[in-house]
């Protein structure tokens, strides 16, 4: 059985309770696909890989699963005291249990490949997964609520890179029409089968949030908390031009935060400028 995203840590215990619900347990998870190595998305790998699973990311991220010491500490710069609440523990995993990916490499899955596509952006070292006709599309993709039609850009530091997503979607949008996809999958959250209205809002998401950047964060010296609101109030007024508004603004907000977009946006404009 294969496995795309692992979850967080904290999120074993639901992980398991899942898997028992088909008549599974860890142990039947033999191969396990990551998008990129933030712990929301691969934070539980090396649990699976505790029970046997090989675990494939990109090539860039490797080094970091078999030994998150500096992934960690970098997430506990940004999450303080509720890291461990948050995210629970993430053990290494072992080097021979790992596999490195490349843009277009191929893994046999049941007789029908899954096919890595190389989609920085969101973070260097991120892959988008086509399998059959859907495509799984990570953090690149957007976050988008079931049932919504809104799609946010998760701008969480330390590496948006807004050219580097102009690519990747142009990237997504050549493998739907090589692949003949009819579906996307983004990890937060859903599966949607609108792939040309969909890609059309996470443009204007990019180009929303580059021209955003580009007129407020030059010489900002109100401090950290005013940008914060600022940047909160700009995703509101964006979600409620969209319709999304009271509960559902809600779960965007706890699914994808404006303080962690904050300072997504403030460093990728300091590495802009530089």
């Known amino acids: 059985m294969a496995l795309i995203e692992t979850g967080p840590g904290s999120t074993v215990p639901m992980l398991q309770a899942r898997l028992a619900a088909r008549g ?27 029970h046997g699973a090989t675990i494939y990311a990109h090539h860039v991220g490797l080094p ?37 990916l490349n843009d277009g490499d191929t893994v046999p899955l049941g007789g029908e490949p899954l096919t890595a596509l190389d989609t920085p952006g969101h973070a260097s070292h991120h892959m988008s997964y086509v399998l059959g006709d859907v495509c799984f599309t990570g953090d690149v993709g957007g976050v988008r609520m079931p049932e919504e039609r809104h799609v946010e850009l998760p701008l969480a530091p330390p590496e948006i ?24 999958a983004p990890t937060h959250f859903g599966l949607y089968d609108d792939l040309p209205a969909h890609f059309e809002r996470l443009e204007a998401a990019i180009e929303t949030a580059d021209d955003w950047a580009a007129r407020k964060l030059p010489g900002w010296d109100d401090g950290d908390e005013a940008l914060q609101d600022a940047v909160t109030q700009w995703m509101r007024s964006r979600a409620s031009d969209h319709g999304v508004d009271g509960d559902a603004w809600d779960r965007y907000e706890r699914a994808n935060p404006s303080w962690m977009a904050a300072l997504g946006l403030r460093r990728y404009w300091t590495t802009q400028t530089a």
């Open 64 to 100: 970091h699963l078999s030994d998150p010491a500096r992934l960690l500490a970098s997430a506990r710069r940004i999450y303080g005291d509720d890291m461990d609440a948050l995210w629970g523990e993430m053990h290494p995993v072992p080097d021979d249990q790992l596999v490195a």
């Open 161 to 184: 890179d807004l050219d580097a997503w102009r690519e990747s979607l142009a990237a997504l949008r050549a493998a739907a029409d090589r692949h003949g996809l009819t579906h996307l």
């Open 24 to 50: 599974l347990t860890p142990a039947d998870v033999s191969e396990v696909f990551l998008t990129h190595i933030h712990l929301d998305h691969a934070g539980a790998a090396g649990h699976l890989a505790r």
